[in-house]
């Protein structure tokens, strides 16, 4: 079976071959989405590289022992970060932040694209990520999702 780094990198070359997303980000932001593998918290990706995708790996889960094999549930997660300026004012009583839609509609492509291709990861929930000063972001306004999943029944030989 593959590693946790294989299946994410089975992902990122998913993404990045997305004809969906690239359909996406191309009509919405004028260019591709990139996808970075891991991350360096020192040295994270520029707002200039938006719109972007982080992979990075979390812990992992170890059940039944048996038959010298055992079965192994991992965490992942996904950044994804856009920047978008656009505002609407329909109605006169108020603003609507384009971002907002736009980030909702890529998290959803993203987990889509990647549910239909493994159906062994599932999500466990999304995390909207504030605008806040402390966030190693470089401009505003720019929206970014957190989402988490599992890689579900990896199994491994025990030697």
Known sequence: MATVAEKLQEIRTLLISSAAI??????????NLTVFLG???????????????????????FTDYQNSFADVTSEFY?????????????DGRGTIYRGVKQIDRLSQLV?????????EIEFTKEDPVSMSETLP??????????????????????Q
């Open 111 to 119: 987990r889509q694209e990647i549910c239909k291709a493994h159906p």
């Open 137 to 158: 972001l470089r401009e505003y306004p720019v929206y970014v999702s957190l989402l988490t999943g599992e890689i579900r029944h990896l199994r491994e030989q025990l």
């Open 39 to 61: 991350a360096d918290v020192r040295n994270l990706p520029e707002i200039d590289n938006y719109p972007y995708l982080l992979l990075d790996r979390g812990s992992s889960t």
């Open 78 to 90: 996904i950044f994804i970060c856009i920047r978008d300026e656009q505002l609407e004012q329909p």
């Open 22 to 31: 690239d359909s996406f980000c191309q009509s919405s932001f004028g260019k």
